[in-house]
């Protein structure tokens, strides 16, 4: 009884017939590559689910979220983090050949632009803080255990493993006067005029 459901249940009925349990090789020519989908979230790669993700807890006015943006405009205001632009032509001629495809392809862009470069938020020691997506301006990175590892950075950050911004140490060494804090304010409301 056991060996008749092993061999029809689960082995499939053919088991003693040689032809039907052969395995046949597939031409990768007739495997249509991915065709990413915008309007479906989970085809979105990583960096698109952050800042997606980023903006919904924004939106829920989740403290400390907010805060932790607020960081990356405050080390953008100050140099300890830069804009920096990745054309697409850069990013395929220098990255992984997929990369550039993947991410342009499913940039979830509400006007349907197509994205022709990429705006990373880095440290002078080339440590990646962040992006640029226009519905939120900056976003944190999903790398955050590099962030400990650039001393430009360390003294802004918290948590057990350093990997999280922290307001309460920023605004402490950064905004440390009353102009400080004036300028700063100004900035971020010229920010939020042409957003």
């Not at 920096?84 to 032509?89: I, N, V």
């Amino acid at each position: 009884m056991a060996k008749v459901f092993l061999n029809s249940g689960i082995l499939g009925g053919k088991y003693g017939i040689p032809e039907d349990r052969r395995m046949f090789s597939i031409k990768t020519e007739n495997i249509t590559p991915v065709a990413y989908n915008t309007d479906y979230f989970e085809s979105i790669p990583t960096s698109w689910a952050i800042a997606y993700t980023f903006k919904q807890m924004l939106l829920e006015k989740n403290h400390d979220i907010v805060q932790e943006w607020v960081c990356l405009f405050l080390l953008h205001y100050f140099g300890v983090v830069r804009y920096e632009m990745l054309s697409g032509e850069r990013l395929q001629a220098e990255y992984d050949k997929d990369f550039w495809s993947a991410i342009s392809g499913t940039y979830p862009s509400p006007k349907h632009e197509k994205l022709t470069s990429l705006a990373l938020l880095k440290t002078a020691d080339e440590k990646t803080v962040g992006g640029y997506f226009p519905e939120v301006v900056f976003f944190p990175s999903r790398g955050r255990s590099e962030w400990p590892k650039s001393q430009l950075l360390k003294p802004y950050l918290e948590g057990y493993y350093f990997n999280k911004l922290s307001w309460k140490q920023s605004k402490q060494l950064l905004l440390v006067d009353k102009k400080t804090k004036m300028d700063f304010h100004l900035y971020l409301r010229r920010i939020a005029l042409h957003v």
